[in-house]
C-alpha cells in the first residue's frame, strides 16, 4: 500500500492569523497526498524550510502493546514529544514570529499500524500531541517517506529501522527505556563525544561538519534562542573512550558546527551507565547508536 | 545563549556559531591563534586511568583546583551570561593554582612511585574534576590542566546539576568543593568531603611525600565527645573520656579516607620502603597527651588504622604546630581552627559535620558555585 503523508496542522501555531482549516479530513490531492490546499503556499514554504523536521514511529510514540479502548497508551517517546512540543512553545513564546521550529512526523513503520491510522490520529488528540503531519507508511516504504520529507532525524525504538534510515543517509537514534524517565519539560540530546571527533565515514556523524544545515546545526542554533539558564533544550556531550584530549577536540568540533555544549561528560573508560543513568537524555546521536553497554 | 535574537556570542571578534564553509578568515577556529600563548604540553604517553572501584577517587571541584577568584567575582555581580562571555573570551589563559592545586600535584607524585613499584596495578589515585560550571568553561578548564600538565582525565561538567549523584558513580573517597551546601549534602550521603577556601598565604610543600593531616574529634571520630564537652565543659569531658577510654569512639566522616591512604601506606613497606614513604598522616588534635589523648590512639587501634604522627595540643593553638608539618591539606570540623591554620598558610579545609556546626554558625550568605 502507498504511503500517504497528511499535512495536519502545522500552522495549528498560527491559528489565530488564520480561519479556521479543515485538518481533520483533508482533501486528497491528485497525486495522493494530503495536502492542506488551503494554505497559502508561499507562508507555508517560507516556514516549512526553517523547520526541523524530526519523524518518531508511532510504536516508539503509542505502546504497541494495550490500548485504552478507543486510544492507544502513550509509549516511551512520550516525555520526548511533550520536551519537543515544550521547545517550540518556548520558541513562540519569545518570538510569535519563529520559524525555526520543530515538525513533528509520526510515521507509521509497519503495513500493521498503517491500516490503523484513524486510531493513532484520533491517540495523538486524545494525548493533546501536536504532530505537524502524519505518514502511513509501510516496511516497504517508509524510508522514501523519511526522504520525501526531508526528515533530518529519525527516532525509533526498533534497530534494524534506524540502521536502514541510517544507510540511506538520514541521521536516525534508537530510542530505549531511559527516553522513558526523560524530563517533560526540557530536552535532553546527547552526543556521544567518541564518534563525533573520530567518526564512521558510513555514519551520520561524519556529516556534522560540512553540513550547515544538519540536524545538530540547527539544534546549536535552537539552543542559542535561549539563556544559559533555565533553557528547554540541553546540549551534552559524554566522551566514554577518551580522555580531555578527545573531550576538548569534541567540544571544538561541536562548537565550529554551532553547537554548543550545556553539559560536559569525559569518562575516560570508566563505566557508563552509572553516568547515562543520571544523565536522562532523551536520545544519543552517535554512530554508534546501540551499542552503548547496558 | 540569548543575546537579542539571533544575535550570537563573539570571541575576540569572531562568531563563536560560524560553521566550517563560511570561513572568511585563515584560521578554521579562533582559538587556533590563541592556542599559541599556552605552553604547549608535552607529548608523553598516558597511562590508562584506573577503574573507579579500584582506586582512590578524589573529585575535585574548579575553583579548589584553580583559583578563579576574579571569575567567581564577575559571575557574583555580573551574572551567568556576562561570566560565561568572560571565560570563553579568555579561553586561552590558564588559571593559576587553587587551594587544591599542590595536594593534586602530591598525588600524581604517589602515583608516580606506585606505578614503579606495582606496573600493573589500578590502585592509585584518580583525580576527577566535578563542577558545577557549564560546558563552556569546558575548553579554559581543559586548556589550564594541560598548562600545568595535571594528569586529570576524567570530569563532570554539570551546568547546575547537582554532583551527588555522579560522586557516587565514581565511588568517590573523597570531595574537595568551595560551596559549603555541596559539601554538606556529600557527607549526608556517607562521602568523605571537605570545603576548601582560597588563601591568601600557601607555604611551600613538598613535591614529593604527600601529607595529610586531620583534626581528631568530628573528623575522624564523631563528635560524641565534643558534643560532652559543649553540654557539660571541660572537667566532664575529661572524666568522660577517661572512664571509657578503652571503648573505642565511633567513626567520623574522614575515617574512610584516612583508611584508604593506610592501604596505599602499606604497598610501599610491602616493598621495604617505609623510611621513604611518599604518605604521610598527622592527627592534629586539641586532646591531651596525658589524659584524652589515650582514647584517640587506643580507637585508632582498633580500627586497626596507624598514623603516622600524633600531635596533642591540649587546646593550645594548631597553625604553629601545622606550619611545622607542612600537609598538603589539613582537615578540620571549626572554622576557628581552619582559620588559624590558613593565616599561617596551612591549606585547611573544613569538614561542616557534628556538633561545632549548630553552635557556631557563620552568618551572612555563603556564595554559591556558578551554575
Redesign the interface.
Known amino acids: 500500500m502507498a504511503s500517504s503523508c497528511y499535512g495536519d496542522a502545522l500552522i495549528r501555531r498560527i491559528k489565530e492569523k488564520a480561519s479556521k482549516w479543515i485538518y481533520r479530513n483533508p482533501v486528497p490531492g491528485p497525486d495522493g497526498t494530503h495536502l492542506n490546499h488551503h494554505l497559502p503556499k508561499s507562508g507555508l514554504r517560507k516556514k516549512d524550510a526553517d523547520a526541523v523536521v524530526v519523524a518518531v514511529t508511532s510504536d516508539a510514540v503509542f505502546d504497541p502493546g494495550a490500548d485504552e479502548g478507543d486510544a492507544f497508551r502513550v509509549g516511551l517517546a512520550f516525555p520526548l514529544l511533550q520536551a519537543l512540543q515544550r521547545v517550540n512553545e518556548r520558541l513562540l513564546e519569545q518570538n510569535p514570529s519563529e520559524s525555526l521550529l520543530f515538525d513533528i512526523i509520526l510515521i507509521t513503520t509497519s503495513s500493521q499500524r498503517q491500516q490503523q491510522s484513524s486510531q493513532i490520529m484520533r491517540s495523538t488528540r486524545h494525548h493533546g500531541l501536536e504532530v505537524g503531519r502524519f505518514c502511513f507508511s509501510s516496511e516497504d516504504n517508509f524510508l522514501e517517506s523519511l526522504l520525501e520529507n526531508n526528515v533530518q532525524l529519525f527516532l525509533s525504538t526498533d534497530r534494524n529501522e534506524t540502521s536502514q534510515a541510517s544507510q540511506r543517509g538520514v541521521l536516525s537514534a534508537l530510542l530505549d527505556q531511559r527516553a522513558a524517565s526523560s524530563p517533560s519539560e526540557q530536552l535532553r540530546v546527547l552526543f556521544c563525544g567518541d564518534t563525533v571527533v573520530q567518526p564512521n565515514a558510513a555514519g551520520p556523524m561524519s556529516t556534522i561538519q560540512h553540513d550547515a544545515q544538519s540536524f545538530p546545526a540547527q539544534l546549536g542554533k535552537m539552543r542559542q534562542r535561549f539563556g544559559m539558564l533555565d533553557s528547554p533544550l540541553v546540549i551534552i556531550l559524554m566522551v566514554s573512550q577518551g580522555g580531555r584530549d578527545s573531550c576538548s577536540s569534541a567540544l571544538q568540533v561541536l562548537r565550529s558546527c554551532g553547537v554548543g555544549v550545556d553539559e560536559a561528560y569525559c569518562l575516560a573508560g570508566a563505566p557508563q551507565s552509572p553516568i547515562l543513568s543520571l544523565l536522562h537524555p532523551h536520545f544519543l546521536l552517535s554512530d554508534d547508536f546501540g551499542e552503548l553497554e547496558e | 545563549?540569548?543575546l537579542d535574537?539571533g544575535q550570537?556570542?563573539t570571541v575576540g571578534g569572531q562568531d563563536?556559531?560560524?560553521?566550517?564553509?563560511?570561513s572568511g578568515s585563515s584560521s578554521?577556529?579562533p582559538?587556533e591563534d590563541a592556542k599559541k600563548v599556552m605552553k604547549p604540553s608535552t607529548p608523553t604517553r598516558?597511562p590508562?586511568?584506573p577503574?573507579?572501584e579500584n582506586a582512590i577517587t578524589i573529585a575535585v571541584s574548579s575553583r579548589v583546583l584553580f583559583n578563579m577568584e576574579k571569575e567567581q567575582q564577575i559571575y557574583e555581580q555580573q551574572g551567568?551570561?556576562e561570566y560565561?562571555r568572560y571565560q570563553v573570551e579568555h579561553e586561552s589563559e590558564p588559571f593559576g593554582p587553587g587551594p587544591a592545586f599542590s595536594f593534586v600535584k602530591a598525588l600524581e607524585a604517589v602515583n608516580a612511585r606506585l606505578r614503579e613499584l606495582y606496573p600493573e596495578s589500578e590502585e592509585l589515585f584518580d583525580v576527577v574534576l566535578m563542577t558545577n560550571n557549564?560546558?563552556?568553561v569546558?575548553?579554559r578548564l581543559?586548556?589550564t590542566?594541560?598548562h600545568h600538565q595535571l594528569f586529570?582525565?576524567?570530569?563532570?561538567?554539570?551546568?547546575?546539576?547537582s554532583p551527588i549523584?555522579?560522586l557516587?558513580?565514581?565511588h568517590t573517597n573523597l570531595y574537595l568543593s568551595a560551596d559549603p551546601g555541596k559539601v554538606r549534602e556529600a557527607l549526608e550521603e556517607g562521602i568523605a568531603a571537605a570545603t576548601m577556601f582560597t588563601q591568601e598565604k600557601m607555604k611551600e610543600v613538598s613535591d614529593t611525600q604527600l601529607r595529610v593531616a586531620f583534626d581528631g574529634d568530628a573528623v575522624l571520630f564523631s563528635d560524641e565527645s565534643e558534643r560532652i564537652y559543649k553540654a557539660h565543659g571541660l572537667d566532664k569531658f575529661f572524666e568522660h573520656e577517661k572512664a571509657h577510654e578503652n571503648k573505642p569512639l565511633d567513626h567520623g566522616p574522614l575515617k574512610g579516607f584516612l583508611e584508604a591512604l593506610g592501604k596505599l601506606q602499606k604497598r610501599f613497606y610491602g616493598k621495604g620502603q617505609r623510611m621513604d614513604c611518599p604518605i604521610r598522616t598527622y592527627l592534629v588534635t586539641a586532646r591531651s597527651a596525658a589524659s584524652s589523648g589515650t582514647r584517640a590512639l587506643k580507637t585508632l587501634r582498633s580500627w586497626g588504622l596507624e598514623i603516622d604522627e600524633a600531635l596533642f595540643l591540649a587546646g593550645a593553638p594548631k597553625g604553629p604546630m601545622l606550619e611545622k608539618i607542612r600537609p598538603h591539606i589539613f582537615f578540620d570540623d571549626q572554622m576557628f581552627h581552619v582559620e588559624g591554620a590558613a593565616e599561617m598558610g596551612t591549606v585547611a579545609c573544613h569538614v561542616p559535620y557534628g556538633i561545632a556546626q549548630k553552635v557556631s554558625r557563620k552568618a551572612g550568605k555563603e556564595p554559591s558555585a556558578p551554575?
Do not use: V
Open positions: 545563549m540569548n535574537n550570537s556570542l563563536l556559531t560560524r560553521n566550517g564553509s563560511s578554521r577556529y582559538w598516558k590508562q586511568p577503574k573507579p551567568m551570561e560565561i557549564h560546558a563552556y569546558g575548553l581543559i586548556n590542566i594541560n586529570i582525565e576524567r570530569f563532570c561538567m554539570t551546568g547546575g546539576n549523584g555522579y557516587k558513580a565514581y551554575k
